[in-house]
């Protein structure tokens, strides 16, 4: 454990020094158009160059400063996913931007930073790293949520998000302060060491608050009220943003806080996270029902999709970590899709996001039209699309470890949830179109969408690469090195 | 038995190839629709020619799967592509195969609009179809029995009638709530056994309580495949609503999939379980029987009536299966063959008349028999099979079940009887006020007679609903084998079963 060795974070510090100098550029070059412009692609480029530093110099397991900050092939591959995630949706920005309210320099920078903070929390290997790099991560969502300041509905976005924002961390961080007045330690290497001889009711407490504080970062419920309206009111870009990315990261906490610091604690969450799984599951499948708007919609199957991927975490067992992540890998990708085609939606040039909207959207785009019908049946979990496969792994870990009610209870609220995926099919495929949509769809958006559908209906043969990828990676998450 | 070459994954997926083909097609709108109709056409019948040449190779007395293709799969998960036929599935894999294009052939003219994209779905169902049959792992045969719910959606949902909607997402939603449940079984015995290889799950013994759990799972996607009462109130609405071809295909093939999951999944691998459920299928088959058979007597419409003596149908089917006897059991595999058959030929007969007159009401109609005498030759043949006459396939079918009731349980056989009686009164009040009759409408006198597509549609069905019926030997050559297979799965713990009910009855005699 070298003070001094910082190699094991190079793609962070690159991307911290690159952010620095962006707030520097963007003040310094006019107009702001082109400063936007300058920003967004050199953000893109740094975002490449990090992933290739994450994967040139994270692979071995090693920590950096002083152990506070640990990186091993499960990292990599949760912050590759980030960084794809953000690289996909900053792609699918160059149309959003031009002609928007939102189209400044700040955008892809605060992006950047929050990516920076993502990349910080899955990486942390301390308490306090991990508060630094949460607040790192949300302190950006929340401006760029209010990004358009004009609207009424963005800037109360903002302000909700932020407010119930700030009560999430408050929790967390009285949880992470409870955890360490009982197990006397802040690292993870350290707590989970103290925990190997028994939990202390008191740790027990503070790791609850941990929880929860997490599970409103990925939207899960009962901490899901703020989802539906934020969505809503920020720009669709930021939504798909929200919707992406954020819950990479989150989720690769929860993923490291519980099966590695809690390992071996499993009985003292497990009830828990199943009780977050249960209620996410169908009040995601259940919300969705009476939606009239896209971007709440989608909301909503984000809580569902969260309680799925959480089913995998509360199996408690490492197959239950790699099917959570191999569903999200699924769930990244289609959602990106999904954006992709939901920020395509205009008329004369002014965004809807109504799902009546796209009423016989099948004669007027039939591209468009296929590949969202792909996306819905993927989401909805309908074999042999890639959804389906997601929620295999996710049930089989739950089976695995005995939770067969879960289970049921699971696939239950999947046929719940099939039956809005399914409506947007119905509108598009057997309504009439009441008032067309612009003919002129980005070609980026269309060939972005395209991917994820035909990535959906091809992972059948890609599914047992991705499963050696994956499981590879797991048994990292409780490294400890000793 | 392998192949040099994977002629069932060829089989299977030949019909997507024709997709890519109806994909590439460019050109005006008429040039689009007229090409989009020849290759779904050639393609399935390409496809029927390969089946037909499995079936010429196919060998009936191997005890086993033959054709069959490996691939590794998620091998190291113990999940495997693997595909075979064996005397069960075999009939099954010709059965689609041979009503796909006649079902394309049926909607030639009467379908209209967005041609290329209706063809497409017939063609992924076909794929869709046989792969459910000849999937011999779990996980990819659920992958095939599920996908089939895409299609048929969009079939129902965007060429069917007035209320297409709703009876499109009755029908997805029904079908994947049973569904769901056997995904969850299936996750359970591939977590105790480790293997999804479905030959080596008929061989894994499953303790009786939990075969009791996995039996009612898989239960409750068959029953409502199938459908049995009372989850089979999404069938008359999905039949009423779908275009022609798809109620020939629903009918003809996709009911048969809860049949064929009871012969290879439930009996072989839950005998325990199979033989405590079957009074309570009996029951639920009887009632389907006699009480579908009676709502059939009251409808209006007539692709309402064919529908609900499909779900009776389909209880002789279940009756036949969970007598664990080999006439049940082959009686039950000929019904269902026989009634894939025969309701497809009346779907398409409604569909012929509603083409013409653009209403299914019964009333409607009457005198059919003056302006069309040909249709009304071909309808009376398919009524009559249906009504299980001597001489056509559903006699058969409908006898050998009663056979086999007989020897299982003498109530259960008098119950099921009953049915003929009510099916023939229901069909033949149909046929009555359909066909028969002095034509007075002007519009009836004005129906156009069968024209050739039509005759040509027709006559294949009929040739071989009364060669069957008449030389049923043909099918059963096929099946016996595999029959006496499964039957020996079965039997040791059927023979157990009934010799303690015995000794309990002596006992309590003394």
Same mark, same amino acid.
């Given at each position: ?43 893109? &480029?740094?975002? #490449? ?74 990486? &942390? ?50 949880? &992470? ?36 504080? #997490? ?159 792909? #996306? ?107 | ?223 409502? +495949? ?214 007075? +409408? ?69």
């Amino acid at each position: 454990m070298d003070l001094l060795n910082i190699q094991p974070a190079t793609a962070e510090i690159f991307m911290a020094l690159v952010a620095l100098g962006l707030v520097l550029a963007s003040a310094f070059i006019q107009p702001e158009a082109i400063a936007a412009k300058f920003v967004r692609r050199v953000t893109v &480029a740094t975002m #490449l160059l990090a992933m290739w530093m994450c994967y040139h110099n994270g692979f071995m397991p090693s920590y950096a400063f002083n152990g506070q900050f640990f990186t091993s092939p499960f990292m990599v591959y949760m912050k590759v996913l980030i960084l794809l995630g953000a690289v996909g949706i900053l792609l699918m920005a160059k149309r959003e931007f031009q002609g928007e309210s939102i189209d400044r320099p700040e955008l892809p920078l605060l992006i950047l930073l929050s990516v920076l903070g993502m990349m910080l929390m899955v990486s &942390a290997n301390d308490l306090i790293v991990l508060y630094m790099g949460l607040e790192l991560q949300s302190l950006p969502l929340y401006v760029i949520a209010a990004i358009r300041r004009e609207s009424v509905r963005s800037s109360e976005a903002g302000l909700k998000y932020f407010l119930l924002g700030a009560l999430s961390s408050g929790l967390l961080l009285y949880g &992470a302060s409870l955890l360490y007045g009982f197990t006397g330690h802040t690292s993870y290497d350290g707590i989970k060491l103290a925990l190997e001889n028994g939990i202390h009711p008191g740790a027990v407490i503070g790791m609850v608050f941990m929880i929860s504080g #997490l599970a409103f970062k990925i939207s899960a419920a009962p901490f899901h009220m703020w989802t539906p309206d934020v969505y809503e009111g920020s720009p669709t870009i930021v939504t798909a943003f929200f919707a992406v990315v954020p819950k990479l990261a989150a989720m690769a906490l929860f993923i490291r806080f519980t099966h590695g610091v809690l390992g071996d604690a499993v009985d003292s969450w497990q009830q828990v996270i199943v009780i977050i799984a249960i209620l996410s599951m169908f009040i995601g499948a259940g919300g969705a029902i009476m939606q009239t708007d896209i971007k709440r919609l989608m909301a909503y199957s984000s809580i569902a999709h969260m309680g799925y991927a959480l089913v995998g975490i509360a199996s408690g067992i490492s197959s239950g970590v790699s099917a959570v992540m191999v569903y999200m890998v699924i769930y990244v990708i289609s959602s990106i899709g999904v954006f992709a085609l939901i920020l395509s939606l205009k008329r004369d040039g002014r965004a809807v996001t109504k799902i009546e909207d796209m009423a016989g959207m099948s004669r007027s785009h039939p591209v468009y039209a296929l590949a969202m019908m792909v #996306l819905m049946f993927s989401m909805a979990g309908i074999p042999p699309l890639g959804g389906f496969f997601g929620k295999w792994y996710v049930f089989s870990a739950a089976i695995a470890s005995g939770q067969v009610a879960l289970a049921v209870v699971g696939v239950l609220a999947s046929v719940i949830g099939a039956f809005y995926y399914i409506r947007i099919v119905k509108v598009m495929y057997v309504d009439d179109e009441t008032q067309p949509i612009d003919q002129d769809i980005p070609r980026s958006n269309t060939l972005i969408a395209l991917t994820s559908a035909i990535m959906m209906t091809g992972l059948v043969f890609g599914l047992s690469f991705l499963r050696e990828t994956v499981q590879a990676t797991v048994p990292f998450v409780v490294f400890v090195a000793g | 038995m392998e192949t040099t070459w994977p002629v069932l994954t060829v089989l299977t997926f030949l019909p997507l190839v024709g997709v890519v083909f109806l994909l590439l097609i460019r050109g005006d709108e008429e040039v689009v629709v007229r090409n989009a109709r020849n290759v779904a056409l050639w393609v399935s019948g390409f496809t029927l020619l390969l089946a037909l040449a499995l079936l010429w190779n196919f060998d009936p007395n191997y005890d086993g799967y033959q054709f069959v293709d490996r691939g590794d799969w998620l091998a190291d998960e113990g999940i495997g592509y693997m595909m075979g036929v064996d005397g069960i599935s075999m009939p099954f894999v010709v059965l689609s195969a041979f009503l796909t294009p006649l079902a394309i052939l049926a909607s030639w003219h009467s379908v209209k609009h967005r041609v290329r994209e209706y063809m497409m779905a017939f063609l992924v169902l076909e794929t869709l179809m046989i792969g459910t049959f000849s999937a011999l792992d779990l996980v990819v045969f659920y992958l095939f029995f599920e996908a089939v719910l895409i299609p048929m959606f969009i079939i129902i949902g965007i060429w069917g009638g007035a209320r297409r909607v709703y009876s499109a997402f009755k029908f997805f939603l029904y079908t994947l709530a049973g569904s769901v449940l056997m995904l969850v079984a299936i996750l359970a015995m591939y977590n105790m056994a480790g293997t999804t290889n479905i030959p080596q799950l008929t061989n894994f013994a499953f303790d009786p309580s939990v075969q009791f759990w996995l039996f009612l799972a898989f239960f409750a996607s068959f029953a409502v +495949k199938m459908p049995m009462w009372p989850v089979h109130t999404w069938l008359p609405d999905a039949h009423v609503e779908a275009p022609t071809a798809g109620s020939m295909i629903l009918a003809g093939v996709l009911l048969k999939m809860g049949g064929y999951g009871f012969l290879r999944f439930s009996l072989p691998m839950f005998p325990d379980a199979s033989i405590s459920f079957a009074p309570l299928i009996f029951v639920l088959s009887i009632i389907a029987i006699i009480y579908t058979s009676l709502v059939a007597l009251a409808q209006q419409d007539m692709k309402k009536l064919i529908a609900y003596s499909s779900v009776a149908h389909m209880g002789f089917v279940t009756v036949g299966i969970f007598s664990f006897n080999a006439q049940g059991v082959a009686g039950a595999m000929f019904q269902m063959i026989s009634h894939g058959l025969i309701s497809a030929a009346l779907f398409f007969g409604v569909g012929v008349v509603y083409d013409r007159l653009h209403t299914r009401d019964i009333d409607a109609y009457g005198g059919v028999a003056d302006a069309m005498p040909r249709y009304a030759v071909f309808f009376m043949i398919m009524m009559l099979g249906s009504v299980g006459l001597p001489g056509t396939t559903g006699f058969v079918g409908e006898f050998l079940v009663m056979v086999g009731a007989w020897q299982a349980n003498i109530v259960v056989a008098i119950f099921t009887a009953t049915g003929v009686i009510l099916g023939a009164t229901y069909m033949l009040w149909l046929y009555r006020r359909v066909v028969f009759g002095r034509a007075e +409408k002007d519009e009836i006198l004005a129906l156009e007679p069968l024209d050739r597509r039509e005759i040509f549609i027709f006559l294949p069905l009929t040739i071989l609903v009364i060669w069957y019926g008449i030389f049923p030997g043909g099918i059963f050559d096929l099946m016996d084998v595999s029959i006496a297979s499964i039957l020996d799965q079965i039997e040791p713990v059927y023979l157990d079963a009934l010799n303690t009910a015995q000794s309990a009855v002596t006992t309590i005699g003394e």
